[in-house]
């Protein structure tokens, strides 16, 4: 074949799909109503001095609400937490307790 006639067949088969692109209608995401669920996880190790923990609740209008807590190498307590609702994004309160005896230390 010479090269003229395999350049005229690339051309064709590019226009041909060119045109299958543009008459195909675009494909519709099926949308879910979003899902309840609730997850949690807690690490405790007072000999290797971490402690860390997470939970989170979704409900079924898709307000997210959760947080998260760890013991800082300078020893305070870092808790996070937060909501996420519609278009509000992740929100945040951070705080710290710089009196922290997560171990159940003295007690």
Do not use: H
């Not at 402690?51 to 979704?58: H, L």
């Not at 997210?64 to 300078?74: A, F, I, K, Q, T």
């Amino acid at each position: 074949m010479s090269i003229s006639k395999w350049l005229a067949c690339a051309l064709l088969l590019v226009c041909v799909s060119v045109r299958q692109s543009i008459a195909a209608p675009a494909l519709q995401e099926e949308q879910y109503p979003p899902m309840p669920y609730e997850y949690k996880y807690d690490v405790e190790d007072p000999e290797k001095t971490l402690y860390f923990g997470a939970n989170e609740v979704g409900d079924a209008e898709g307000k997210v609400v959760g947080g998260y807590r760890v013991l800082l190498p300078d020893g305070r307590l870092m808790t996070v937490e937060y909501t996420v609702q519609g278009d509000s994004g992740f929100v945040p309160k951070i705080s710290f307790d710089s009196n922290a005896n997560p171990f159940g230390q003295g007690k």
